[in-house]
């Protein structure tokens, strides 16, 4: 076993709100290899963009807080490093890529501007070798007439073209962990299957370890080695990729499996499982899934389960999966 990328132990972020404080993430740790990609998923709300806003340290304030947990990036402790530390980190050595591409670009600065400032920054590159590479970066993603798009506006390109701008900025270091949060819902779907391509071979290329949030089943199954799959803030079953969709063990886990007709590109992952999902502000005592869960025994209603491992890379959170 190689060591991980990324290793997040028992992290801990909660947000006070006015209906009272919501343990956004409760408790979770999983670890990614060098390129290997977790896959996490769970209805909306369950914790997944908290999560990897807590290893950039990029949870809204003032109201999120980081209480505990360790985040260890090749094994240095990001919750540990001053906020001037972690700039020098984000878009360096953990990137991210989010479903808005407008979004990671600023509208009035030119594509050149926008991928020349990291290269700048980070590789103290400047003039010609500066150009070039910038150029080079945008041909790497499957961008034509590279120099040409260098004098282009966002707005100019069409939306596949921009996600492959995000792209190529999100590896111009390149990290060493890529975060992507649904990054192809915006776009149509030969454009989102060359994207998911695209991602896979610069993965490949790097070696990165990746982090894949989505809703969407086939994307899952074609992109992840590992999924992760997130209830109230919690990891309540993680597995290989197979195992989730062939053996799924924990009922919050075949619910979301069974709340999708079949297995293909396009479905995804609705809020269409029976009750209510869960108020964060006002989890019931055992189990979060209990109310909802078709198998609840009284001790779910009165004991949170712990994590069970079935096998070596399988574990749930459930009392079902308790060794007898
Ligand atoms: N800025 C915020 N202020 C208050 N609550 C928030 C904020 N962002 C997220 N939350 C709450 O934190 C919980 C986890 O949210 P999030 O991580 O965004 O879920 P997901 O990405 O799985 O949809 C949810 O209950 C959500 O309502
Ligand atoms: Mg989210």
Redesign the pocket.
Known sequence: MTAPVIEVRDLRTH?V?RWGT?K?VDGVSFAVAAGETLGLV?E????????YLSILRLV?RP??RILGGQVLLDGDDLLKKSEREMQRIRGKRVAMILQDPMSSLNPVFSIGMQVREPLANYHGLSGRPLKNRAVELLASVGISSPADRLRAFPHQLSGGMRQRVVGAMAISSPPRLLIADEPTTSLDLTIQAQYLRLLKELQTRHGLAMIFVTHNLGIVAKMCDRVAV?YAGRIVETGAVGTIFRAPRHPYTRALLESVPRLGASTEWLTAIEGQPPD?AALPRGCAFAPRCPHAMDRCLAEEPPEFTLVPGHASRCWLDAPA
Not at 44 to 51: D, E, H
């Open positions: 947000l709100t919501i956004a769970g909306s709300g369950s914790g997944k963009s908290m999560t809204p109201a999120a997130m964060l």
